[in-house]
Nanobody, 123 residues
Framework: QVQLVESGGGLVQAGGSLRLSCAAS????????MGWFAQAPGKEREFVAA????????DYADSVKGRFSISRDNAKKTVYLQMNGLKPEDTAVYYC????????????????WGPGTQVTVSS
């Protein structure tokens, strides 16, 4: 079974950048689609970005399009989220999840969530 662990979060000023990583262990990572989601206090887990098994297809929430970039390295069993131009409203715990097929923006369609990594953007 695939297990996921997120890292790379932190405190950054508005306009700054962070690179999140999601490392997988076990299972067959290269066959999986992966997604990044953000959950702010008191809110539901929201879609941020997704990538298919070979990185050829990506999808982004409108709120992050042009600022964030998702990528993966199947040899390292890792998916990344490059976050540029961060805004205070990006503050949340960021989670990665896996899915057998590509194309969903619903958190309910992903599983094997990691513990998350906190991103805090100060104004």
């Amino acid at each position: 079974q695939v297990q996921l662990v997120e890292s790379g979060g932190g405190l950054v000023q508005a306009g700054g950048s962070l690179r999140l990583s999601c490392a997988a262990s076990g299972g067959t990572f290269s066959r999986l689609s992966m997604g990044w989601f953000a959950q702010a206090p008191g809110k539901e887990r929201e879609f941020v970005a997704a990538i298919n098994w070979n990185g050829a297809s990506t999808d982004y929430a409108d709120s992050v399009k042009g600022r964030f970039s998702i990528s993966r390295d199947n040899a390292k069993k890792t998916v990344y989220l490059q976050m540029n131009g961060l805004k205070p409203e990006d503050t949340a715990v960021y989670y990665c999840g896996r899915r057998n097929s590509y194309g969903s923006r619903s958190a309910r369609d992903y599983d094997r969530w990691g513990p998350g990594t906190q991103v805090t953007v100060s104004s």
